[in-house]
């Protein structure tokens, strides 16, 4: 079992910045993909960015590309979203995932943590 817990989120002005972290715990850590998803209220999860946890490939959201950066350290089993030049449409509870496969569904999902941009 992996457990993810994401931290960093809160309260920010538009054109700010906030860095989201989500540590990985639990059985020997290895995973294929991590992803970042966000969901606003009353909208469905949409996804944010990945990053493969071996080679570091990252792939984006047409919404993001160019304001988000997602890293990951794995020493630390931690993937990062930096979040530039925030706008209030980004304000969404953030979850970090991870899916052990090459293909198919995440597996491990985190809690998730509120970001809220004011305008």
């Known amino acids: 079992q992996v457990q993810l817990v994401e931290s960093g989120g809160g309260l920010v002005q538009a054109g700010g910045s906030l860095r989201l972290s989500c540590a990985a715990s639990g059985r020997t850590f290895s995973s294929y993909l991590m992803g970042w998803f966000r969901q606003a209220p009353g909208k469905e999860r949409e996804f944010v960015a990945h990053?493969?946890?071996?080679?570091?490939?990252?792939y984006y959201a047409d919404s993001v590309k160019g304001r988000f950066t997602i890293s990951r350290d794995k020493a630390k089993n931690t993937v990062y979203l930096q979040m530039n030049s925030l706008k209030p449409e980004d304000t969404a509870v953030y979850y970090c995932?991870?899916?052990?496969?090459?293909?198919?569904?995440?597996?491990?999902w985190g809690q998730g943590t509120q970001v809220t941009v004011s305008s």
């Open positions: 995932a991870a899916r052990v496969r090459i293909a198919g569904t995440y597996d491990y």
């Open positions: 990053i493969t946890w071996s080679g570091g490939s990252t």
